[in-house]
């Protein structure tokens, strides 16, 4: 490892010791490859996040040493409502980041499914916690983190539906990972943004350093989500809605409309609140995008507010709605972490994982919807005619920008 000096509290995991089910491990993915969930003799259940790195002795050297930079970022902002963080293992792939498991998956899938009633307070309680993570980042002594992709897939619920703060420092990372999404080219370094949570001025100015006001224009847009439990924009064309976010377009609010008519005057009452804090954390001028803890503040006093035995139904009533699996395959069953090929998306032999990887590259489909998981739109764009973004050398599918810096 390169440097394991800024991660003194983590540990280094074997990976023959987190014990996975070859047919359930698999719980989420995104632009790195896979998250798996596992069993460790004393920790018990565990999240491995799967960073593959293919490539020279060079790349790997600057892959690892990113890697511990975000593990170094997860150390420093282990607090309440940050995804807690053990540690990292080896694979021949790359590397694993190992994390307390949650079982609630993320907000993102957690708004989207219909099949849950969710609660005015019960949104609110979340939407707290998310901001108290990213103000505590941001108001770190001494180092202040941005986290620099805030959006519904990067907060984590646990099995009571607490919210914790995910996913410290991809742009970075993905810099150097090479995987099947982002990968280092004979043109130069490929990072990548998720284009609907990046600040208008960033867009503008890919290569702008990442800044506070930029997390608080994504978190404007986390509200949006809890508030109409809908996508921010519809499918339509990926380079045009680009242009529009730069040029002040937000995502529409009738639903929120719709949302306040059938409310009582309590839940109405917070959701006028939310809707003024969600406008002014997307506010084009990023000099008048509020503090977060301002807005967390403001939502604690309405989470407050509430009878916290309310909040408390809401939440029992969700889990037994989400229908949370406890699975438990026998101990035998259970092959080691080790084994995971993220080439073969599944656990092979030892003898099948020590053949040479081969970089596959993978149509944007099958890396922006992973199988099992609600669809998002598709547009893989190529720069035409279109002028601003296209020529910082970025291309643009509905969710995500990717960009060829210059080495
Ligand atoms: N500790 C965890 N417990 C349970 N599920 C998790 C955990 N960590 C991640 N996941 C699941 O995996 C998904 C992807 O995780 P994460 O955001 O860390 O990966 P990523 O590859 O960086 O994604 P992207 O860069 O596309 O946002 C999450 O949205 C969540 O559904
Ligand atoms: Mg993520």
Redesign the pocket.
């Known amino acids: 490892m390169a440097s394991q000096s800024n991660v003194s509290q983590m540990r280094e995991f074997d990976a023959d010791d987190i014990l996975c089910d070859p047919k359930s491990s698999i719980v989420g993915s995104?632009s790195f490859g896979v998250v798996l969930v596992g069993k460790h003799k004393s920790l018990n259940k565990l999240a491995v996040k799967v960073m593959e790195c293919h490539g020279g002795e060079q790349t790997k050297k600057r892959f690892q040493k990113c890697a511990m930079e975000e593990l170094g970022k997860l150390q420093t902002a282990q607090t309440e409502h940050v995804v807690r963080t053990y540690g990292w293992l080896t694979l021949s792939c790359g590397m694993g980041i190992v994390m307390q498991y949650y079982e609630g998956g993320n907000l993102r899938d957690f708004l989207l499914n219909d099949e849950i009633t969710k609660g005015i307070p019960l949104r609110l309680r979340q939407l707290v916690e998310t901001a108290d993570g990213i103000a505590f980042i941001h108001n770190l002594p001494g180092h202040k983190l941005v986290h620099n992709?805030i959006k519904p897939?990067?907060i984590l619920l646990t099995r009571d539906l607490h919210a914790k703060l995910t996913?410290f420092g991809?742009a970075k990372l993905a810099a150097t990972t090479g995987s099947t999404t982002v990968r280092l080219s004979a043109t130069g370094e490929k990072v990548q943004f998720t284009a609907l949570y990046t600040a208008p001025e960033k867009l503008k100015k890919i290569t702008m350093k990442p800044k506070r006001d930029h997390d608080v224009y994504g978190y404007g847009l986390v509200i949006h989500m809890s508030l109409t439990c809908e996508e921010p924009y519809p499918p339509t064309d990926g380079v045009a809605l680009l242009n529009a976010i730069i040029n002040g377009e937000r995502p529409d609010c009738h639903a929120i409309d719709d949302l306040k008519a059938g409310l009582n005057n309590n839940d109405k009452g917070a959701v006028e609140v939310m809707e003024e804090e969600m406008k002014r954390c997307w506010e084009h001028d990023p000099t008048k995008r509020p503090d977060i803890t301002e807005v967390r503040d403001k939502f604690q006093s309405l989470v407050d507010a509430q009878n916290p035995a309310a909040i408390l139904e809401q939440v029992t009533n969700a889990v037994r709605q989400m229908d949370l699996k406890v699975e438990r395959p026998a101990e035998n069953q259970r092959v080691p972490i080790r084994q995971f090929s993220p080439r073969h998306q599944t656990f092979v032999t030892a003898q099948d994982l020590s053949r040479p990887a081969v970089n596959i590259d993978l149509p944007s489909t099958s890396r922006d919807t992973p199988a099992g998981q609600s669809s998002r739109p598709q547009l893989m764009e190529t720069a035409h005619g279109v002028t601003s973004p296209q020529e910082q050398g970025i291309s643009v599918s509905h969710t995500c920008i990717h960009i060829s810096l210059p080495r």
């Open positions: 995104g992709d897939e990067n996913d991809s």
